[in-house]
C-alpha cells in the first residue's frame, strides 16, 4: 500500500480540491488549541477581568433560578469565600504566593464555603449584575452536571468552552474573508493567523467572561453579512442575520454596534441587498422581539434601556467640564485602549513593556498607509465591490473605537475615573484588523504575491506570543 | 531536504535561545508590612541571609509622590568580611508605593549580609517595613527588630522559567499534573513546525 505525503492529504488539492481549508489553516487551529491550553490552565482563576462576577451570575443562575439585578446582587459565599484563597488580590498588588511560602489553593474551604452560599447581606456586589443574560444560561447548562465538584472543575469547563469559541471565530474570519478574496488563500489565512496567534485575543478566549460569546457572535454576524452581500439577502440569511443579531444583544449591549454596521451595509451595497424589503424589515424586527424581554425589565428596574455599573465618584473630577475631544487628547483613554488592545493577561497585570506598544504602533501605522494605498489603487482598478466592501470594514471597527470612547467619556464626567476602556473590545472584528494588517503591509511589501507579509505575520505573532508566555505570564503568576 | 535542514536549524536556535534568554524572577520576598519608618536622616540596618544569588533589589518606599530632597544610600555588606558587595544611590523621585528597583552585580548567597539603608537629611521618604519581622538589627538611634519589604531578584533561563511555572502549576491551580510541561514543549514544537511550514511555499 502506498502512502500519500501527510502535505499532499491534507492539502485541498490533495482531497480532489473539495476541501474549504488547507494545511496550514489546520495548522494554526491545532496551534491555537495547544496555546488556548496553555491560557486556560496557567492563568489562575479570577485573574480575567472581573472573572469572579461572571462566574457569580452564572452560579446565581443555577442557585437562585433568576436574573441578578444590579445593585443588589452580591457576590455568592463560594466566590467571596476563593478569593482569599486564590489570591485574588494579592496578584495585583505584586505579591504573588510564591514569595510568601508558595501557594495554598485548598478545594475543601471553598467547598465549604458552599454551605452558605447565599447572594445576600454582604457589600461585595456583583458589578456585571446588568448584562443580558445568554452566555451565563449557556455557562449554567454546561456547568449544571458539575455544580457540585469543585469550583476550579467548574472554571475549566467555562475556559474549555471558551476556547471552542475561539475555534469557531477562527473557522468564521476565514470563511468570511474567503468569500470576498477567493482568488488568493493568503488574506484569509493572514487574518486567521493574526488572531490564531495572537496572545491577548489567546487570553480573553480562555477566561469566564461573556466577551468570548460576543467575539463568537460578531464573527457569525460578519460572516453572514458578508454572505447576504455577495449573494443577496434570502429569506434564510434575513432570519439568520435578526437571530445573530437578537442573540448578540442577549449576550451583552455592546452588540447594538452591529447595527449601524448593517445599516450602513444596506447603504453601500443596496443592490445586492435590498431587493426586498420585507428580508431587510426581517433583519431589523427579528433582534427587538428577541431581546424585547431582557429590554422591559430593564425599563422596569434601571428605569433605562442598559444600566451601567459606576465604580467609583472623585470629588475632584477633572474631566467635569472636559470636551470629547480634550477627554480624548487629555486623558490616558488612548493609552489605556492601546495597551489592553495587546496585552492585559491578568485582571490588572501583566503588560508589555512600553517598546512592544512603540513598535506594534509603527506597524500598525504602516500598514494604515499602504491600506490608504490599496483603497486608491481599487479605485483606480474600478474594482468598487472590494473598495465598498473594505470601506464598510474599515468604517466597523472606526465606529467601536468611537463608541468605547464615548462611552468612557459620558462615565468620566459624572465620576472623574477613566474607565470602561478596553481594547479587548475590538477583538470582535479581530479577523477585520487580521485582514488590514495583511492587506496595507503586502501593498508596501508586494514580494511574493503577499507571501512574504503572511510569513512576517506569522512569525511576528510567534514572536509576540512566546514573548507573552515566556517573560510575562509564567514569570508573573509563579515568581 | 529543504524542510528538514530548516526544522534541524530552528530546533537548535530553540534550544540555544531557550537556555540563554534569561528572564527576571524573584527568588526572595519579604512582603508583610505594618509600619513605616522615617528615612530623614535615618540609617537603618536589616540582616539579609540569602539562599539563592540575585541581581537586582526591589525595595519599597512611600514617596507620596513628592520630590526626594536629598538622597537615599543602599548598601549589601558582608558582616563577616566588611566587603560591601552593592552600592547604590536613589537621587531622583519615585512613584509613591512603587518598588524601587535597581540592579546589581550578581552577588552570590550567604547568611552573614546585610542591607544599610540611609536617608540624607530633608529626605521625605518613608521605607515600609513588617515591626513583626527578625531582621532589623540596628537603626541611628538604638536597635529593635523588624523586616522591611523588598524583592530579591535573579535571571533565569525562560525554559527553566517555564518548566517550573509548570511544576507549580501541576501541583496548584487546576491540577493537571504532566498536562502542563507537556504544554509547554508541545508549544515549542507546535511553533517550530509552523514556522518550517511557512517558509516552505508549497504548502498554501
Given at each position: 500500500m ?16 473539495k ?31 472581573d472573572?469572579?462576577?461572571h ?53 475543601p ?39 457540585d ?16 469559541l ?15 478574496y ?78 449601524p ?22 433583519t ?42 480634550n ?71 472606526l465606529?467601536?473605537?468611537?463608541a468605547?470612547a ?5 462615565s ?54 512566546a ?13 | 531536504?529543504?524542510k528538514?535542514?530548516?526544522f ?5 536556535s ?43 533589589i ?15 544610600d ?10 560591601i558587595?552593592?552600592?547604590h ?70 525554559l ?9 502549576a ?35
Amino acid at each position: 500500500m502506498k502512502f500519500a505525503p501527510l502535505t499532499l492529504i491534507l492539502s485541498p488539492e490533495g482531497r480532489g480540491g473539495k476541501s474549504r481549508f488547507p494545511l496550514i489553516f489546520w495548522l494554526l487551529i491545532a496551534f491555537f488549541l495547544v496555546r488556548s491550553f496553555i491560557y486556560a490552565s496557567f492563568v489562575p482563576i479570577w485573574q480575567g477581568p472581573d472573572e469572579p462576577h461572571h462566574y457569580d451570575y452564572i452560579h446565581y443562575l443555577q442557585t437562585e433560578k433568576s436574573l441578578p439585578t444590579l445593585g443588589k446582587t452580591t457576590l455568592c459565599g463560594k466566590v467571596r469565600g476563593s478569593l482569599e484563597s486564590f489570591y485574588f488580590n494579592s496578584y495585583a498588588t505584586g505579591k504573588t504566593p510564591y514569595g510568601q511560602g508558595g501557594i495554598n489553593t485548598n478545594e475543601p474551604l471553598v467547598k465549604e464555603s458552599q454551605k452558605k452560599d447565599h447572594h445576600r447581606k454582604d457589600l461585595l456586589q456583583n458589578q456585571i449584575a446588568q448584562h443580558p443574560p445568554l452566555y451565563y444560561m449557556i455557562g449554567a447548562v454546561i456547568t449544571w452536571p458539575f455544580k457540585d465538584a469543585s469550583l476550579l472543575t467548574s472554571i475549566f469547563i467555562l475556559r474549555t468552552f471558551s476556547a471552542f469559541l475561539g475555534l469557531g471565530v477562527l473557522i468564521l474570519i476565514y470563511l468570511t474573508v474567503r468569500l470576498i478574496y477567493n482568488k488568493s488563500q493568503l488574506p484569509a489565512l493572514a487574518s486567521v493567523a493574526f488572531a490564531a496567534l495572537n496572545p491577548m485575543f489567546a487570553h480573553v478566549m480562555t477566561l469566564v467572561n461573556n466577551d468570548a460569546l460576543i467575539n463568537f457572535l460578531f464573527a457569525l454576524f460578519l460572516y453572514l453579512l458578508t454572505l447576504s452581500i455577495k449573494d443577496g439577502l434570502s429569506l434564510k440569511r434575513a432570519i439568520a442575520l435578526g437571530t445573530v443579531i437578537g442573540l448578540g444583544l442577549l449576550t451583552k449591549f455592546f452588540f447594538v454596534a452591529s447595527i449601524p454596521i448593517l445599516f450602513l451595509a444596506l447603504v453601500f451595497f443596496r443592490k445586492e441587498m435590498l431587493p426586498n424589503i420585507k428580508m431587510v424589515s426581517i433583519t431589523f424586527i427579528l433582534p427587538i422581539v428577541i431581546t424585547s424581554p431582557v429590554l422591559i425589565r430593564n425599563v422596569i428596574l434601571y428605569k433605562t434601556l442598559q444600566p451601567v455599573y459606576k465604580f467609583k465618584f472623585l470629588q475632584d473630577n477633572p474631566f467635569k467640564d472636559m470636551s470629547f475631544v480634550n477627554y480624548l487628547l487629555a486623558s490616558s483613554f488612548v493609552r489605556k485602549l492601546r495597551i489592553s488592545f495587546w496585552s492585559n493577561f491578568g485582571w490588572v497585570k501583566p503588560r508589555f513593556t512600553d517598546p512592544y506598544y512603540d513598535l506594534l504602533l509603527i506597524l500598525a501605522m504602516v500598514a494604515f498607509v499602504g491600506l490608504v494605498i490599496y483603497g486608491f489603487k481599487k479605485a483606480y482598478q474600478g474594482d468598487f465591490f472590494k473598495l465598498k466592501y473594505v470601506t464598510l470594514l474599515f468604517i466597523a471597527p472606526l465606529f467601536l473605537i468611537s463608541a468605547i470612547a464615548y462611552n468612557s467619556y459620558k462615565s468620566a464626567v459624572i465620576t472623574g475615573v477613566v474607565e470602561g476602556v478596553q481594547g479587548r473590545y475590538l477583538f470582535s472584528l479581530i479577523g477585520v484588523i487580521g485582514l488590514f494588517l495583511y492587506l496595507g503591509l503586502k501593498t508596501l511589501i508586494p514580494f511574493k504575491q503577499g507571501y512574504a507579509v503572511f510569513v512576517l505575520i506569522v512569525i511576528g505573532m510567534l514572536a509576540l506570543d512566546a514573548s507573552a508566555i515566556f517573560y510575562y505570564i509564567l514569570p508573573y503568576f509563579y515568581f | 531536504m529543504k524542510k528538514i535542514i530548516i526544522f534541524t536549524l530552528i530546533l537548535l536556535s530553540l534550544v540555544i535561545l531557550g537556555r540563554t534568554l534569561k528572564v527576571n524572577v524573584p527568588v526572595q520576598v519579604s512582603y508583610l508590612s505594618n509600619n513605616l519608618l522615617s528615612l530623614n536622616d535615618k540609617e537603618y540596618k536589616f540582616a539579609l541571609p540569602t539562599k539563592k544569588a540575585f541581581n537586582s533589589i526591589s525595595l519599597r518606599l512611600l514617596s507620596y509622590n513628592k520630590p526626594l530632597n536629598g538622597t537615599i544610600d543602599i548598601k549589601v555588606i558582608n558582616s563577616k568580611t566588611g566587603k560591601i558587595l552593592v552600592r547604590h544611590s536613589l537621587k531622583t523621585a519615585i512613584s509613591h508605593g512603587d518598588f524601587y528597583n535597581f540592579n546589581t552585580l550578581r552577588v552570590k548567597p550567604s547568611k552573614n549580609y546585610y542591607l544599610v539603608i540611609k536617608g540624607s537629611p530633608g529626605v521625605t521618604y518613608n521605607i515600609v517595613y513588617n515591626s513583626l519581622g527578625t531582621d532589623l538589627l540596628a537603626m541611628s538611634n538604638g536597635v529593635m527588630t523588624g523586616s522591611p519589604v523588598y524583592k530579591l531578584s535573579d535571571e533565569i533561563s525562560i525554559l527553566k522559567a517555564a518548566f517550573t511555572a509548570s511544576e507549580r502549576a501541576a501541583n496548584d491551580w487546576f491540577r493537571l499534573g504532566k498536562l502542563y510541561p507537556l504544554a509547554i514543549i508541545v508549544y515549542l514544537l507546535g511553533a517550530l513546525l509552523l514556522v518550517t511550514f511557512v517558509l516552505d511555499r508549497r504548502i498554501i
